[in-house]
């Protein structure tokens, strides 16, 4: 719709935009920005168990965050139907390092060679989707929230738990990206 | 509770993400590979942004829409394994998904289904979380 749309959004555009998500949060009813804490709710609301960590009143607590959650969601549909993203414009040594490790389709937001139906049951699908989607679960549960709770609103209200928690985040993913996949592509 | 105006603070944080590639795997190699300014520039102002913006509505003691004054919790440290332990553990499998947990579900709407494999796998692991919770060290 709107071909003129600048893609991506610069960063100095994008960045203070979701900074001041914070602030909106807190200016709606005091609530902390924090995305993962919606895993918990839903574990709570869905999975009938009697475990301590699932034992609160999610309903009071999360009935926001699931809705903002459920937002994301419109956000993102809306954002693909109005001004969809068009091919990335990657940096020449990402490209390169991905071609290396066998990736030759790099269209769309995801690698379809690894993200689809049919590579769910390979080894490099089912780590790439259940495997990575496990950990990033089990991990922001264990750390006590992901990027936006840890790495933006955390970071920006001076926490040093959320300092550590980035540390780990980044130094998960360099392992991850330097150790692992050179592994599992090739 | 109005839930409506989360629903549009949802919204415009979903477009945003997507609008920006965020969401996208490529960018997040791009960043673990220190290829691209793209995501440290966006984080980096983000924190900025919010950070400027926290110490404006304490030290004015703004009001919530609720006439609470605006507030954050500090986090407990304790021994910081948890954040230490925990946050890697995240790391390892954000590059491998390629999306945090907020980019999954922006992935979901922007019409990439198969990222419900992601997001359903986090949340058996958060399940295992609430199950392992009191054998971990925090």
Redo the contacts between chains.
Sequence with gaps: MFSGFPHPLPWYVAGPLIGLVVPTLLLLGNKSFGISSNFRHLCAALVPCRIEFFGHDWKRLGSWNLVFLLGIFAGGALASVVAPPVRLNLSAETVSALQQLGLRDLTGLVPHELFSWSTLLTLKGFVSMVVGGFLVGFGAAYAGGCTSGHAIAGLADLQLPSLLAVCGFFAGGLATTHLLLPFLLR | ?M???????????????????????????????F?????????????????V??LI?KKFG?R???G?P????????GS?A?????????????????????P?????????P??L???????????????C??N?PH
């Design positions: 509770m839930l409506f105006p989360y629903f549009l603070a949802g919204s415009f944080f979903g477009i945003v993400i997507v609008e920006a590639e965020v969401v996208s795997w490529f960018r997040i190699q791009e960043m673990f590979r290829q691209s300014f793209h995501m440290y520039g966006i984080i980096g102002t983000a924190v900025l942004t919010a950070a913006s926290l509505l703004v919530s829409l609720d609470e605006v507030a954050t919790s500090p986090k407990t440290l910081g948890r954040y230490l332990v925990g946050g890697s553990i995240f790391g390892l499998g954000w590059a491998l998904t390629g999306a945090c947990p907020g999954m579900v922006g992935l979901i709407g922007s019409g990439a198969i990222m494999v992601p997001l359903a796998a986090a949340l058996a692991g958060t399940l295992a979380y609430g199950c919770r009191p971990l």
